[in-house]
């Protein structure tokens, strides 16, 4: 059953003859428990693509429904995991996971609150640093902290805006197997952007491709049938791996290729012409003369 639909979505930036249609006609669903990662060239829409589901922005035209319902703004159903961690600095970790919990679950009483906090800063692996602030941790464990924090919220749907991206290989690496086990542990349903083709592989259940914008719209999917948990090591050797990554990147090239066959700009130079200088004269300084300067 799909919990999340888009339906003839559309969206634009600007007025008049400076307007860009970022997204056109974008059709999705996705079912209840899944993991889907769109991937796609940088500037194709992808963060655009993520708030209007998660309700920062409004499309132009079609629908956003979540379990059937429009979605009209942000909403704790929702929970986000942004590329910038956009943890307060000011806070501990602790403290950053509970504004969330605070917000979603006002009623809940202190000691449950608390236990509940604590399960998702375990579950991340962040218990010995849940008193230090974001400035003492590093780029990977600031990313952990986002995570704690989202899934602390008990969102209905789980939304990454390319969270993994600015890490190094290696942190990258292993915040990809724990999100995988903290998604295996809930099954909350997954959306990820990327522009990783593996990630996407080592992650999800369907991959899908959008294409190179203005106008950028959703591809064909890819099911990505290899047993999990996948490690990048293990399947690296795996036939269906190669022919899958083959043929998303195939896509993608051809996508790329295409666009930049029939995409070109026509600027409209000003009509200058060139002021020819009049003659210049000397004449000697005669007696007495003032020289003006300027």
Known sequence: MAILELKNIS????????KTEVLSDVN????????????G???????????????????????VLLKGKPVTGPGPDRGVIFQNYSILPWLTVYQNVKL?????????????????IRKYIDMVSLTPAAEKRPAELSGGMRQRVSVARALAMNPEVLLMDEPLSALDALTRGTLQKEIINIWSKDKKTALLITNDVDEGI???????????????TLGPEFSVNIARPRN????????????????????????????SQHTSTTYQLPDLKPVMPGRITFRKK??????KYF
């Open 41 to 63: 060239f940088t500037g194709s829409g992808k963060t655009t693509l993520i708030n209007l589901i998660n309700g920062l922005l409004s499309p132009d035209s079609g629908q």
């Open 202 to 216: 080592i992650m999800a259940d369907r991959i899908i491709p959008l294409t190179i914008g203005p106008g950028a």
């Open 100 to 116: 969330a919990v605070d917000e979603v679950f006002p009623e809940m009483p202190k000691k449950d609150k608390d236990n509940h």
């Open 286 to 291: 005669k007696a007495n003369e003032k020289v």
């Open 28 to 39: 999705l669903s996705v079912n209840e428990g899944e993991f889907v990662a769109i991937v």
């Open 232 to 259: 990048i090591m293990d399947i690296n050797n795996n036939s269906e791996y190669k022919k899958l990554r083959n043929e998303v990147l195939e896509y993608l090239i051809e996508v790329g290729a295409s666009r």
């Open 11 to 18: 969206k634009s930036y600007g007025t008049g003859y400076q």
